[in-house]
């Protein structure tokens, strides 16, 4: 490979922080200026500034570099694409160190087993905090969305309402 190595990292929240991916990236190798970095993007999601850029980088003979492939996607389908994507352009990925073979029935396998993975853990966050709000909802800590207007204030901007109403001309 004589190209350049291209890094990915992203994290799911705003609280999370990017730099053990930040620090694993550049012990692989790559340039700080060539990471790129999405920071509160679910993996679930395609639609990521930072993976969008990283991918717009890449050219034939590259290398994509991630730390991990939940790190790049979160389910079979958008891993299988991202790959898919990569190879047709003539660029290699790496996942954590180890480079993805697409040609090789093993690599193609042990990839599969990582993207299955990755989307088994997504699916299990998310049950888990559905059934987590459920008992919350349930014991009363979980009321939905709260007015933005205390009850003092919606007063007045019912009243206010209430007198354009009754002043609109048919």
């Given at each position: 490979?004589?190209?350049?190595?291209i890094?990915?990292?992203r994290?799911?929240?705003?609280?999370?922080?990017?730099t053990?991916?930040?620090?694993?990236?550049?012990?692989l190798?790559?340039?700080?200026?060539?990471?790129?970095?999405?920071?509160g993007?679910t993996?679930?999601?395609?639609?990521?500034?930072?993976?969008?850029e990283?991918l717009?980088a890449?050219?034939?003979?590259d290398?994509?570099?991630v730390?991990?492939?939940?790190?790049?996607a979160?389910?079979v389908?958008?891993?299988r694409?991202?790959?898919d994507?990569?190879?047709?352009k003539?660029?290699?990925l790496?996942?954590?160190?180890s480079?993805?073979?697409p040609?090789?029935p093993?690599?193609?396998?042990?990839f599969?087993?990582?993207?299955?993975?990755?989307?088994?853990?997504?699916?299990?966050?998310?049950?888990?905090?559905?059934?987590?709000?459920?008992?919350?909802?349930?014991?009363?800590?979980?009321?939905?969305k709260?007015?933005?207007?205390?009850?003092?204030?919606?007063?007045?901007?019912?009243?206010?309402?209430?007198l354009?109403?009754?002043?609109?001309?048919?």
């Amino acid at each position: 490979m004589n190209g350049i190595r291209i890094g990915y990292a992203r994290v799911s929240t705003a609280d999370q922080d990017l730099t053990s991916q930040r620090d694993a990236l550049l012990r692989l190798g790559i340039l700080d200026s060539n990471i790129y970095v999405d920071h509160g993007r679910t993996g679930t999601n395609r639609a990521r500034p930072g993976l969008r850029e990283a991918l717009a980088a890449v050219r034939e003979g590259d290398m994509l570099v991630v730390t991990k492939l939940d790190r790049l996607a979160r389910s079979v389908r958008d891993a299988r694409d991202i790959a898919d994507e990569l190879t047709a352009k003539g660029v290699a990925l790496s996942l954590g160190g180890s480079r993805y073979d697409p040609t090789d029935p093993v690599g193609r396998l042990l990839f599969n087993v990582l993207a299955m993975v990755a989307e088994f853990e997504r699916d299990l966050i998310s049950m888990r905090t559905k059934e987590g709000m459920a008992v919350a909802r349930a014991k009363g800590h979980l009321k939905g969305k709260q007015p933005k207007l205390s009850a003092r204030g919606r007063g007045p901007v019912r009243s206010a309402t209430a007198l354009l109403i009754r002043s609109e001309v048919p």
